[in-house]
């Protein structure tokens, strides 16, 4: 990591943008982020944060994935956490109207302000422009915070997996939700501005 960061002042302003393209210094705080939430059980698939080359060289993959959106939130304008929206493949026909938000995440430090909440807003939001109708979402169940906060913007829970992750030794389950997108258009829960980089 290169710097730790303060907890954000309560009244922390809250952005959500697509990122177009990673410039240097935001390539710092993404992977700031993403260690820091790995560490806290929060990863996206990693049990353990990998070397910050690998962790580097993962984020300017997504950025050449045809299929990836990233989306990241800022407090006070530093990156405190990301998610993507995944589109099907072109050869999927029978799921194209169906997308996925993944790798979600907010640092530790970046809790408690709502960004959360906008980065999942801003992926629906992405996702209702490109005419998709279903989000799909996977989690694991020790996820409490992200289950609730998935729960109450009206995910539907379908499925349990006992076996979705392995964490020092032993069996994580997981728990898979979807949102029908065309049924979500109430104003409150849309997000205002989602910035372009």
């Known amino acids: 990591m290169t710097g730790a960061h303060q907890p954000a002042a309560p009244s922390a302003q809250i952005t959500v943008e697509v990122v177009e393209r990673i410039r240097p210094g935001d390539m710092d705080d993404l992977c700031d982020a993403a260690d820091l939430a790995i560490r806290d059980g929060g990863g996206f698939g990693w049990v353990t944060p990998p070397m910050r080359e690998a962790m580097e060289r993962y984020w300017k993959g997504v950025m050449v994935v045809p299929e990836r959106t990233l989306l990241v939130g800022r407090l006070d304008g530093v990156i405190a956490g990301s998610a993507q929206l995944v589109r099907p493949t072109r050869n999927n026909e029978a799921q194209s109207f169906a997308c996925t938000l993944t790798t979600s995440f907010v640092a530790p430090w970046g809790r408690g302000h709502g960004l959360a909440r906008a980065l999942t807003l801003a992926v ?26 998935y729960r109450a913007l009206g995910y539907i829970e379908w499925g349990h997996h006992p076996h979705y992750a392995r964490v020092d030794g032993r ?21 205002q501005d989602i910035k372009r980089d």
């Open 124 to 149: 629906e939001e992405e996702a209702r422009k490109a005419g998709f109708r279903i989000l799909n979402l996977d989690v694991r169940a020790t996820q409490g915070a992200a289950i609730a906060l």
């Open 171 to 191: 069996d994580i389950p997981g728990l898979f939700f979807y949102k029908d997108l065309t049924e979500s258009s109430r104003q409150e829960d849309r997000p």
